[in-house]
T-cell receptor, first 109, second 114 residues
Framework: ELKVEQNPLFLSMQEGKNYTIYCNYS?????LYWYRQDPGKSLESLFV?????AVKQEGRLMASLDTKARLSTLHITAAVHDLSATYFC?????????FGAGTRLTVKP | DTAVSQTPKYLVTQMGNDKSIKCEQN?????MYWYKQDSKKFLKIMFS???????INETVPNRFSPKSPDKAHLNLHINSLELGDSAVYFC?????????????FGPGTRLTVT
């Protein structure tokens, strides 16, 4: 059974700081997604990572994928309040689709 | 234009009732999904469906049934509602293209069973 683990589950950080969210998964997959969810809202696609070594950047967020380690990271650079949200990774195999539990990020002034 | 829409946005009903949630996508995608998000924000896939195959998460009670009148719609019908069914239900769609299939989510339906 495909398992996806995110950590940390809760992250409180100050504006201007850097931090990384980790996403580990249990079976071989070449497709990993990162989504953002604001409170009371739907999920918005941030990144699609399709191959080993893939790196995508958008603003202060950068995502990477290491398929050999079965690990993806979402790095936050110089956090701002607008990044406060819950971030989910999701892994897609031929037979299954699983989301991580989500990382609730709060950026404080 | 809303890419993935759901109705209703809020649904309050009593235990034992039968209810449906509608989902429509105008993206031309060939696969649609239903997810349940519980109070702890955990997302669980319930169904995925395209015109070839319905995949059911084996943990989903058979009181839940997807119904697809056409490629652009996947409705969720729930029989004999229980308190534990209270959650936010999201519909999503995707299209397999160049090896990627990111999902586009609807706004969600908050179901409260009393």
């Amino acid at each position: 059974e495909l398992k996806v683990e995110q950590n940390p589950l809760f992250l409180s950080m100050q504006e201007g700081k850097n931090y990384t969210i980790y996403c580990n998964y249990s079976t071989t997959s070449d497709r990993l997604y990162w989504y953002r969810q604001d409170p009371g809202k739907s999920l918005e696609s941030l990144f699609v990572l399709l191959s080993n070594g893939a790196v995508k950047q958008e603003g202060r967020l950068m995502a990477s994928l290491d398929t050999k380690a079965r690990l993806s990271t979402l790095h936050i650079t110089a956090a701002v309040h607008d990044l406060s949200a819950t971030y989910f990774c999701a892994v897609d195999t031929a037979h299954d689709m699983r989301f991580g539990a989500g990382t609730r990020l709060t950026v404080k002034p | 234009d809303t890419a993935v829409s759901q109705t209703p946005k809020y649904l309050v009903t009593q235990m034992g009732n039968d209810k449906s949630i509608k989902c429509e996508q105008n993206l031309g995608h060939d696969t649609m999904y239903w997810y349940k998000q519980d109070s702890k924000k955990f997302l669980k896939i319930m169904f995925s469906y395209n015109n070839k195959e319905l995949i059911i998460n084996e943990t989903v009670p058979n009181r839940f049934s997807p119904k697809s009148p056409d490629k652009a719609h996947l409705n969720l019908h729930i029989n004999s509602l229980e308190l534990g069914d209270s959650a936010v239900y999201f519909c999503a769609s995707s299209q397999e293209l160049a090896g990627r299939a990111e999902q586009y989510f609807g706004p969600g339906t908050r179901l409260t069973v009393t």
